[in-house]
Structures are given as C-alpha cells and as structure tokens.
C-alpha cells in the first residue's frame, strides 16, 4: 500500500521511535521552511469573533499583528493566522469575510519578517495568503473540504499540513467511530498523503497532523498522543496540536468533575508539548506560547542527552554550581 511510508530511497524517512529525533534532526525538515533544531513552536492567532479557544480576542487586524508579533518574542518559531472556527457547530464563515480577516493579518505579520501560515480549508484564501506573505497552508481537512486547495497549493509550490479529517461534524461519516483509532488515524493520513502527493505536491513539503479532537473523544486524543512513533511511519514531520482542547479539560476534570475552561489548560498544554517534542514532533501549535517555548527546549535537551555528544563529558556542567545566572539552583 505504501509508496511513501518507510521508503528510504527518496531521503524521506524518518525514523520512528519513541525517543525523538537525532541532533539537528529534531522532528524532520519541511522544505520551503527554516529548519529549527528542536521541536517548532507554532502560536496561534485566531481571526475569529467565535473560536473555541480565543474567539473574539484578535478579531480587530491591528490586535491580531500585535498578537502575532507578541507570540514571536514569546518564543514562537512561526505564527498560524486563521479566520474561521473549527469549533463544533460553528457556521461556515463566507469566503469574501475570511479572505477580510486574514490577508490583513498575514500581511502585516509578514512585512515584520515573521514566518506565517494560514490555517484555511479554502484554496482562493490559501493563495491569497500567500500572496500576502505567508510560506505555509494549514488546512484542517487535509485537502478534503475545497477540490480546489491540492492544485493551488501544488502551483504555489508550498509546504502544506495535511489533518486527520473526516469531515464537517453534522457528517454522518465523521463520527468518532474506531476500531483501532491509531492505525485507522495513520492509514486514512497516508491516503491524504499520496492524494496530495499526487495532485502535484512535493513529499518534502508535507507535514501531518492527527487531528486532535476533530471526530475524536479524549480516548482517541490520548491513544494517538501515545503513539506519535505510529505517525511518524508516514515519514513525514508531524504536527501536534492540543492547544487548550477538550480531552485536556477531561483529563484535569477526572471522572467525575467539569472540566476548567479553555484558557486555565495552557499548563497541561506544555505538558503535552513537551511529550510530542520528546515523541520527535516537528512542530506543536499552541496559544500561550511561552510555557510552550521552555518544554520544547527542556524536551530537545532530554533528547540530546540520551545521544552522548563524542569526546566524553569534560567541561560539562556537573549541575552542583551557579548557573549562568548566578543563581545557584534550588535542588
Ligand atoms: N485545530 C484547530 C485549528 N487548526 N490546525 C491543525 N493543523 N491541527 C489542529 O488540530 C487544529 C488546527 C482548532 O483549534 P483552535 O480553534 O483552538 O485554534
């Protein structure tokens, strides 16, 4: 079945593995992107009056760059800009109304040297935006929702984030409905994959992302956090994306009590990141970017660890004297 999965020969192959990647090797490279040496911090700015996390806050276009260029000196590596919501039973917003809440807010983002995608399952917003400024197309439906988004993407020559999906939620064939939501997640991604692939996308410049949350319960979120390794048969850069999701209230709720609301689980957030980055993700998106930042550092430093550089310890810091800081540590 697999043309892509596993190949060695095109240079593609990642290999999979619960420890993460290599040194400068992270969570893969995408081409047409920078290549950062440790897990990516993607930070969200959400162009919406209704999204599930943050809906309303950057709805006004100065707001939103700031927010975007605030994200950045928080630690983000490059920012999503995204005008419609893909909370469950949000209405579908016009095409001319998201095109007015994102081109703006790319450009500007852009004309400050950041580095930006746009989060649209509409082929004319992709290209818009990147004529405006931005290097990469995050589309939620993995290519599913607009016929038209693989040929634009493919002409433009961009990287492209290819999602789990299986469709709008009033879709009878979107429920969270699985066997084995692991390998059903990877297999329905690989099909996405060649589909790209085949509509003239460059392997190199895709990147997949299992979902969260999208036609899944926190039993599935959880499983397919576990197995990122699974994910990264695809051979291709993973994205993670639990930012402030409900499995998370789920899980901090426990059993039995209601879950905290969206903006009090940037710290279970982090934890996550740190997990993904550890599992060798490429890039993880989040809205409170700066916990975010010091996780996926914390997590590359574990990763480098375990892969002694040569030449044996000496001059290391043997963790019993001040730091840099001068500060000396607590423990
Ligand atoms: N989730 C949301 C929006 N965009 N993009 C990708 N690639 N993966 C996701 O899981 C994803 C996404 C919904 O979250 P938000 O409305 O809180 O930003």
């Known amino acids: 079945m697999s043309t892509l999965r596993g190949d060695s020969e095109d240079g593609l ?22 290549r950062w040496d440790r897990c990516a911090v993607m930070g969200v700015v959400n162009v919406t009056p209704d999204s599930f996390s943050d809906g309303g806050r950057w709805f006004d276009t100065t707001a939103a760059v700031k927010h975007g260029i605030d994200l950045v000196a928080q630690g983000a590596d490059l920012v999503d800009v ?21 081109v703006p807010v790319v450009h500007g983002l852009a004309a400050e040297g950041v580095t930006v995608s746009v989060d649209t399952m509409r082929a004319r917003v992709a290209q818009e935006a990147l004529a405006a400024g931005a290097v ?10 607009d016929p038209g988004m693989v040929p634009a993407v493919a002409a433009a020559q961009a990287p492209f984030v290819v999602m789990h999906w299986r469709g709008f939620l009033t879709d009878i064939h979107a429920r969270p409905v699985y066997e084995d939501v692991v390998s059903e997640v990877v297999d329905e ?20 992302d299992p979902g969260l949350g999208f036609s899944k319960n926190a039993e599935h979120d959880l499983a397919l956090l576990a197995r ?20 998370l209230g789920r899980v901090l709720a426990g059993p039995q009590g209601s879950p905290p609301p969206a903006r009090e689980r940037d710290a279970a957030t982090a934890a996550v990141s740190a997990l993904a980055a550890h599992q060798g993700a490429w890039a993880v998106r989040v809205h ?15 990763t480098d660890a375990a892969t002694p550089r040569h030449g044996g310890n000496s001059g290391a810091d043997d963790g019993a004297g001040p730091d840099a800081s001068g500060e000396a540590g607590t423990q």
Do not use: C, M, Y
């Open 189 to 208: 991604l690989h099909a996405r994959v060649e589909a790209a692939v085949a509509g003239g996308i460059a392997p190199e410049r895709i990147v997949v």
């Open 288 to 302: 409170e970017v700066r916990a975010t930042a010091d996780a996926v550092r914390v997590a590359q430093a574990v």
């Open 228 to 247: 990122l390794d699974r994910l990264r048969t695809l051979g291709r850069p993973v994205l993670v994306a639990a930012s402030r999701k409900r499995f």
């Open 136 to 145: 990469l197309v995050n589309d939620v439906s993995g290519g599913l929702a």
């Open 13 to 34: 192959r990642i290999p999979a593995g619960g420890g993460g990647g290599r040194r400068g090797d992270a969570g893969g490279t995408v081409a047409g992107l920078p």
């Open 82 to 102: 995204g005008g419609e919501s893909t909370r469950p039973g949000a209405a579908r917003v016009d095409e001319d109304e998201e095109l007015r809440r994102v």
